[in-house]
RNA sequence: GGCGUCGUAGCCAAGUGGCUAAGGCGGCGGAUUGCAAAUCCGCUAUUCCCCGGUUCGAAUCCGGGCGACGCCUCCA
């Protein structure tokens, strides 16, 4: 089966999309870069997270065993400031934004990650690593600093296409310790006041890279699979990274390095700012200046934040949607229009979702019955299932599903083009509603028990393919999950029976008079043939 | 300055050598409806930033230009 597969990835080390193939045969590891848990995340560390976690859900899906470890950097310079600033010790900082950072992932529906290691919890493999890379040659201390020697690494800068010599590498007190400018820190020795761990170069804390070589070696060994990240981490960060790996263990570190596009903010939002480098070398031709921060990057350092408000406004999944609209390199331009548009389409699908569950009786989301037992509505968790289940249909509503279905995992095969394999589920959207309508399933005396099974069985292809982007996995938060609900709920069902009284005496004046004063307080109604079904905007 | 990425309809967004250039949002027309909403059907880019070149054939490859953006410093 998995052999079968013809899944491409876009490797960055190559600049080209390579044949996927593990080095385990049916195993992957995978290893995404996490925050350094300094402050709150903003809308741009989602990025990467809901993609690999929408990676890892279709490789489960094909088949493959797969171990996803996303690490937790909660030691550096900007904790340590962050902790003075505020009066609080570092592990609090850390703490606290690690918490910040975990439950927005929740809200996404990033739930797939297996180890979450934290750099303090692994000093010793890095104090290890580092010892590793000394003995080996690759590095030296200097005066409680140890520091990577990039002259000695030949293929440094391949994988962000520079040479050491064109770095131009940190400056402050440390590059004097330094024998060559492009040198960056494994280890930092200690300031009086600031946290440290013992280390045989006396008291300090690790580099900024090294953490990621020692965990991802604990974790998912030498040489893995995927290792992912922002367009931005390439340099310095992963460059580094995979000197220091691949220097001490004389192999690859990964096969295939994966990196998601950056996120812009639009004309709109006020978030990002060009680089401070570019503005400064721009011959600052008169007013372009101030229009160039209109739109551009968003960053913690430049202000970018609200997070919670931001998924409680518009749910988790929305903004899930948001970013699996798009290509994960590609860079997407954040804006309440584009949510919007998101918005809207997620409620197409949710209408279906409804009808569905209408029509038939049936639950689609888990739900618990009057039994006390949970029901839902079964679908094929695995690709050799999902064909199995539309194998040697030949016409009708399930052919094209299947049809639908193969093009949505070629566009999934193909470097997981998210955008491209959405356009199929609105094509399977349209084709179910469609169903419905010409098999007048929604009238009770025209519809058959074959057309229901039918049904069924192309709602749980949609739910399949939903399932691995990680969507219409439980119900949508309606209006009513919160105190108010059932008050709310009760008035609908008033207005909805008085109205239908009018609509029965034909008084539309006064059915309609409910229908806009609902309107205006953005309740649509929809008069169906089993009565009436509402909505909030 | 060095290294990159991108430029497809009003907007978002697939496609990267050859069937009529996916899909979504919005808009317009129709079916349906008491009227709506929802749903379905149809229409909405003779053309892919511009100019050259390669080719029987290019949105897709090559060269040049214009424009936007990223990295080279902390960053997902």
Not at 58 to 69: A, D, M, P, R, S
Not at 395 to 413: I, P, V
Not at 424 to 432: P, V
């Amino acid at each position: 089966m998995i052999s079968q597969l013809n899944i491409r990835v876009y490797n960055t080390l190559t600049r080209q999309k390579e044949p996927f193939q593990t080095i385990e045969p049916g195993k992957v590891g995978m290893y995404l870069c996490g925050p350094t848990v300094y402050a709150e995340a903003h809308i741009g560390h989602m990025v990467g997270p809901v993609i690999f976690d929408t990676i890892k859900r279709y490789l489960v899906y094909c088949g493959f065993e797969v171990t996803w470890v996303v690490n937790i950097t909660d030691v550096d310079d900007k904790l340590i400031a962050s902790s003075r600033k505020r009066g609080i010790s570092m592990a609090q900082v850390a703490t606290e934004m690690t918490m910040d950072y975990l439950a927005n992932l929740q809200a996404l529906g990033v739930t797939q990650i297996d180890y979450l290691p934290r750099a303090t919890d692994n000093m010793d493999e890095i104090v290890r690593f580092i010892e590793e890379l000394i003995a080996g040659g690759f590095a030296y201390a200097n005066d409680g600093d140890v520091f990577f020697d990039v002259t000695r690494d030949a293929e440094y800068g391949k994988l962000s296409n520079r040479t050491a010599d064109s770095q131009q590498g940190e400056g402050g007190g440390a590059a004097a310790k330094k024998r060559s400018s492009g040198d960056f820190a494994l280890w930092k020795s200690a300031k009086p006041d600031e946290p440290s761990w013992p280390s045989p170069w006396g008291d300090g804390r690790p580099g900024w890279h090294i953490e990621c070589s020692a965990m991802s070696r604990r974790i998912l060994g030498k040489t893995f699979d995927i290792h992912g990240g922002g367009l931005d981490l390439v340099f310095p960060h992963h460059e580094n990274e995979l000197a220091q790996s691949r220097c001490c263990h004389g192999q690859p570190m990964v096969r295939y390095w994966m990196h998601n596009g950056l996120m812009r903010a639009g004309a709109a939002g006020k978030v990002g700012g060009k680089s401070d480098r570019d503005s400064a070398a721009t011959d600052s031709t008169t007013d372009s200046a101030t229009e160039a921060d209109a739109a551009g990057k968003i960053s913690r350092s430049k202000g970018a934040g609200g997070l919670h408000k931001l998924i409680e406004q518009q749910t988790g999944e929305r903004i899930r949607f948001f970013l699996l609209r798009s290509q994960y390199r590609s860079t997407i331009l954040f804006g309440d229009e584009g949510l919007e548009e998101a918005g809207q389409s997620l409620n197409a699908f949710y209408r279906l979702i409804g009808r569905f569950e209408r029509l038939s009786g049936q639950a689609f989301y888990p739900r618990v019955n009057a039994a006390g037992e949970v029901e839902e509505l079964a679908y094929a968790k695995t690709r050799s299932d999902g064909h199995a289940l539309l194998a040697g249909v030949s016409d009708g509503l399930l052919e094209e599903l299947s049809k639908l279905r193969a093009s949505y995992l070629e566009k999934m095969d193909d470097d997981f083009n998210t955008g491209g394999a959405v356009s199929d589920l609105f094509e399977m959207s349209r084709a179910i509603n469609r169903f419905i309508d010409q098999q007048h399933l929604e009238d009770t005396k025209r519809r058959t028990p074959a057309g229901l099974a039918t049904l069924s069985i192309a709602m749980s292809v949609l739910r399949e393919l939903g399932a691995i982007m990680g969507l219409f996995l439980k119900a949508p938060k309606k209006t009513g999950d919160d105190g108010a609900s059932q008050t709310v709920d009760g008035l609908m069902k008033l207005l909805i029976e008085l109205r239908a009284k009018a609509r029965a005496s034909k008084d539309f004046a006064t059915s309609d008079a409910i229908r806009d004063g609902l309107a205006a307080v953005g309740i649509t109604l929809q008069d169906l043939k089993e009565g009436t079904t509402w909505e909030k905007a």
